[in-house]
């Protein structure tokens, strides 16, 4: 077993990633030769350079159906080790990119074959998972369909948010030590300054634009590749139905806003009803700024673009919860009875202590069982907690099944069951960047 203190020294001996030519479009198939390296990026006339793979940010989206076979021969063309994780999936333990606990870092100079099955359809994504590389720019999302899709929609698009500070001035480091505590009555993710809020790598001053046509209706993927930034999500003047919640199916349930913390998906429809030109608004929970893309009907082309600072009044309005979730996917784990192990963490700072285990111990559990972990979180911000290889159940009458939930801050709890059916070495950990690299981690360990 590798302890936390071994697995923080390890991970932090890598950060860099590759570049093998730029990708146009979404990549279909089960073969994607991908690498990482530097990149330019124009964010609304300031050019900054910063990593990215296949010469682009975000990353190339990539396309497959449920049960086949990816192939990703990642190629590191950065001065530094790198992995990458794919965020979602429950793959092989030695495929899912956490260095010194599943696979060695990948040196400058070489390459490494990701190869594995995808079971689980969804909105997923991929990352890198070394230093602090996935604050700058190394992402992209990983699509899986169906066998068979039973949504019906006219067209998708996939967001991608992210906080920005790679290459433009801030006035502070890139470590991010301007992180105070934040008032007892906001919430917050995380206190780290960030200049600019992204979507699909685009500033406000210069915003994706989505088209649509009246009568449309719309599927949304809305992934947060944030490092440090929970945001609020809304479309001014379109309500959200709410399908699926970390890739895996709900029942449909209509609200005005997303609270989406780092590392968690959402897909929504939106029924394309009202002509013109609509802000897509990121607000960042808890900090400065402001994120934006614009909805624009093809049969409004005249229509002016919104101001850049225009806040979509359903930011203010039904925000979703995870008792809105009500999973109408596969049981993990049964509806009665007990688990067959139960773990108590409580989270304090960017530390994750277990009762009754050390702090560098592995949480042990034995293939089959039913695994039960309780969060209450003692610190002064909201943190988004990812469990690696698995899926769990939420305990909450509706039973969402996620891979990432936020815990509340100031004496939040939360509580997932999930089965130990995937056996490994396995991350649990806090998606902000910052504290995980700061060591809000643990090993979850078969036996």
């Known amino acids: 077993m590798t302890s936390r203190r071994q697995f923080l020294r390890l991970a932090g001996a890598g950060a860099g990633l590759l570049a093998l030519g730029a990708c146009a479009g979404p990549t279909s198939g089960t073969l994607l030769s991908l690498g990482a390296g530097e990149v330019g990026l124009d964010l609304a006339g300031t050019r900054v350079t910063t990593w990215g793979y296949d010469g682009t940010v975000p990353g190339p989206e990539i396309r497959l159906r449920a049960g086949e076979t990816l192939r990703v021969p990642l190629v590191n063309a950065l001065p530094e080790p790198t992995t990458v994780h794919w965020h979602g999936i429950s ?62 929609y006219d067209r998708e698009y996939t967001l991608l948010l992210d ?44 915003p994706a634009v989505f088209d ?5 209706r719309v599927r949304l993927r809305v992934i947060n590749a944030a490092a440090d930034t929970g945001f609020r999500f809304a479309i001014d003047g379109h309500p959200l139905t709410v399908t699926h919640g970390d890739g895996m199916p709900v029942r449909p349930v209509s609200v005005d806003a997303l609270r989406i913390g780092m590392g968690e998906r959402y897909d929504v429809l939106v029924d394309a009803s009202e002509p013109g030109a609509w802000q897509i608004g990121v607000l960042p929970e808890g900090k400065a700024g402001f994120g934006r893309a614009v909805l624009r009907y093809a049969d409004a082309p005249a229509t002016a673009t919104p101001p850049a600072d225009a806040h979509p009044a359903g930011l203010d309005g039904r925000l979703l919860t ?27 700072g960017t530390d994750i202590d277990v009762d009754g285990l050390g702090p560098d111990e592995p949480l042990p559990v034995h293939r089959g069982e039913w695994v039960r972990i309780t969060v209450r979180n003692e610190s002064a911000v ?66």
Not at 94 to 112: E, K, N, R, S, V
Not at 127 to 137: F, I, K, T, V
Not at 212 to 216: A, E, I, P, S
Not at 402 to 425: C, I, Q, S, Y
């Open 91 to 152: 793959l092989p333990n030695a495929m899912d990119g956490t260095p010194g606990l599943t696979q060695p870092p990948i040196a400058p100079g070489t390459d490494f074959e990701y190869a594995f099955t995808v079971p689980d359809a969804g909105t997923h994504w991929y990352h890198a998972h070394s230093g602090h590389q996935l604050d700058r720019g190394l992402y992209g999302a990983l699509i899986v369909e169906p066998a068979v899709e039973e949504l019906s």
């Open 163 to 206: 906080d920005w500070r790679d290459g433009v001035d801030t006035g502070r480091d890139h470590a991010g030590h301007d992180e105070t505590e934040p008032p007892a009555e906001r919430v917050s993710f995380g206190g780290r300054f960030y200049p600019l809020m992204l979507v699909n790598a685009r500033p406000p001053a210069d």
């Open 382 to 447: 909201f943190h988004p907690v990812h469990l690696h290889g698995h899926h769990f159940q939420l305990a909450t009458p509706g039973r969402a099944l996620k891979d990432t939930a936020v815990v509340a801050a100031r004496g939040g709890a939360l509580t997932f069951d999930w089965r130990a059916d995937n056996p490994g070495e396995w991350m649990i950990h806090c998606h902000n960047h910052h504290h995980m690299e700061d060591g809000m981690m643990r090993t979850i360990g078969y036996r």
């Open 322 to 348: 995870y008792d809105d979730l009500v999973s109408t996917g596969p049981e993990e784990v049964p509806t009665t009875g007990g688990p067959d192990r139960t773990f108590a963490l409580t989270l304090r």
């Open 212 to 216: 649509v046509r009246r009568g449309d």
